[in-house]
């Protein structure tokens, strides 16, 4: 695990937030949903994402697909999209 140096306090409400740095190079944006989780006395926090949501769209269907062993999900309109970028380049 990698230490940032960053230090918070948690406030009152036991709340703690997570820099703009971190959430930027996190791509996690206001009101984004976190799943958290616990490891020994390790909380993790970690940007959520349903189960087979579109990497390109974030739709959730049956209809979406998952590639490259489940590290990229499309769904039809997400693999339209990802063809017509492809075929700029």
């Known amino acids: ?26 791509e996690i944006e206001n009101k984004d949903p976190i799943e958290i989780y616990v490891e020994d006395e390790k909380i993790i926090l970690k940007k959520f994402k349903a189960n087979m949501e579109c990497d390109i769209t974030g739709q959730v269907s049956e209809e979406n697909e998952s590639f490259f062993n ?20």
Request: glycine share 10%; no cysteine.
């Open 1 to 26: 695990m990698k230490s940032t140096g960053i230090v918070r306090r948690i406030d009152e409400l036991g709340r703690v937030v997570i820099p703009k740095e971190l959430r930027r190079g996190l």
């Open 70 to 89: 489940g590290k990229l999900v499309l769904s039809p309109e997400g693999k339209t999209i990802l063809l017509e970028q492809l075929s700029k380049k």
